[in-house]
């Protein structure tokens, strides 16, 4: 659960205007965007600033509705239902952020289809309960549409339930702020790291399935703060996590080269 202290995060538009409203109404939300443009901190950063607690789940591959809503445990030698992320955020009012949604099993969805129109409930078929979500209860999903395909994509019944915001990498000005903000670089190297970020996003669907995430500049940025030289940091930061094929590090590093000389 978190609250509290607002983190750090810079609006590209009015993005946090749509989530103050769709949280003021009940209305669910889907953040749509690239990996590390910073749905998560958004989220976070939203969550604090409104006072609301906030239950965040990774879904993956294995993760099925029981994960979700809760199930049945040894405690002491008796059986006991422990509620999940979901159950808990429905019953305290609290916002539940399901992070890269079309990753979970198909089951997941289906859960989801009540609490997301007027009805706002949560069945639980191994209790029989019929939950009705607490105020302040607000559903919050995100995937990335450039992973998507036949088999893991949402379908439009499940995304017309929810508002929606698009998500893409900071213009650069936004994102040299935000690299100064989070490691205290030097303005010049944040400049160079960031333009490198961009020449680097040119190449997705050519030699790179992604483009570098304002997560892996600030990772690089970091490393450079605390002494390491900015070539090796780049290395390890912003070209080893893209690809594992030689030949293309290679053409990578020749680019380093080309931009910090």
């Known amino acids: 659960m978190e609250g509290a202290t607002a983190p750090f995060y810079l609006p590209q538009g009015d993005e946090c205007d749509v989530f103050a409203a769709a949280a003021e109404n ?3 939300l889907l953040l749509k965007g690239p990996t590390g443009c910073g749905k998560t901190r958004f989220v976070s950063h939203m969550a604090a600033k409104l006072g ?3 239950y965040t789940v990774a879904c993956h591959d294995d993760l099925s509705a029981a994960d979700l809503i809760g199930r049945y445990l040894l405690k002491g030698g008796e059986t006991v239902w422990v509620d999940g992320p979901l159950t808990r955020a429905v019953r305290e009012g609290a916002i539940c952020y399901l992070d890269e949604v079309v990753e979970a099993r198909k089951d997941v969805t289906v859960v989801l289809h009540p609490l997301t129109d007027d009805r706002r409930i949560l069945p639980i078929d191994r209790t029989g309960e019929e939950l009705e979500a607490a105020d302040g209860f607000m559903l919050v999903a995100s995937y990335n549409p450039g992973y998507q395909n036949i088999l893991k994509t949402l ?6 339930r929810f508002l929606s915001v698009a ?3 900071p213009d650069a000005e936004r994102e040299i702020d935000v690299v100064l903000r ?3 670089i030097d303005a010049d190297r944040a400049k160079g790291l960031v333009r490198l970020a961009n020449k680097l996003r040119a190449l997705k669907g050519q030699d790179l399935e992604e483009g570098v995430s304002t997560r892996l500049i ?3 940025a970091t490393l450079v703060v605390q002494g390491m030289p900015i070539e090796r940091a780049i290395e390890a930061a912003m070209i080893e996590p893209l690809t594992d094929d030689e030949d293309v590090k290679t053409g990578l590093l020749d ?5 910090f000389g």
């Open 52 to 54: 609301r607690p906030l």
């Open 26 to 28: 009940n209305l669910p």
């Open 255 to 259: 680019l380093v080269t080309a931009v």
């Open 182 to 184: 989070e490691t205290g």
């Open 218 to 220: 600030v990772y690089a």
């Open 167 to 169: 998500f893409d990498f």
């Open 155 to 160: 379908k439009p019944s499940t995304r017309q």
